[in-house]
């Protein structure tokens, strides 16, 4: 719980009562490998802080096909696209590709949270726009670097991931068949 905390505390300022009240609701959860945090087109019914593990954010492509859109390893805030509306469904899925643990919060009691906290609204709203933020200068590159050039950078953006995910999962990512990332990687040796 304490990174949590302090993860918070990098945003903004909270009193030891809100820190208290906010660890007094938040529970563990634990995800196995190919557990999903949360599914397409299902209401989640968590928020969460992941403190240990590896997840990707895929959706299926017209062709059926798995995409991976990106990444998200530990001390990472998890809100169902930044949107805690029930009616609001996700558009992609968030699949545990390690065991993974979180400190999570049911949506109702995040929301009581975030009603009773004024300054934790102000603290998240930081969070949401650095992930955002993160998410865009990681993916931009993608579109006009070659295939050495994605892997190079995927390898600079997460560099303690690769060794823990399966290359499928990496292909998929950098845009290419799961056979050219292993010439590239053979290429680079």
């Known amino acids: 719980m304490k990174a949590f905390i302090d993860f918070l505390l ?38 969460g802080f992941i403190t240990d593990g590896i997840l990707r954010v895929f959706y299926d492509n017209d062709k059926g096909e798995e995409v991976t859109n990106y990444f998200v390893d530990e001390n990472h805030w998890l809100s169902d696209w930044d949107n805690l509306d029930k009616s609001v469904t996700p558009i992609a899925n968030l699949q545990a590709i390690t065991h993974c643990y979180f400190i999570g919060f049911l949506k109702k009691d995040w929301n009581e949270l975030l009603q009773s906290i004024f300054e934790l609204n102000d603290i998240i709203q930081k969070v949401i726009i650095k992930h955002k933020s993160k998410k865009l200068e990681r993916r931009s590159p993608l579109i006009s670097e070659d295939t050495t050039e994605r892997y190079l950078s995927f390898l600079e953006q997460y560099p303690n991931i690769v060794n823990r995910i399966p290359l499928s999962f990496v292909a998929s990512y950098l845009g290419m068949k799961q056979q050219s990332l292993s010439r590239v990687r053979k290429n680079i040796r």
């Open 10 to 47: 990098q945003f903004g300022n909270l009193n030891q009562q809100q820190m208290d009240l906010i660890m007094s609701k938040s529970i563990n959860i634990e995800l196995k490998k190919g557990d999903f945090f949360w599914q397409a087109g299902k209401s989640s019914k968590y928020v």
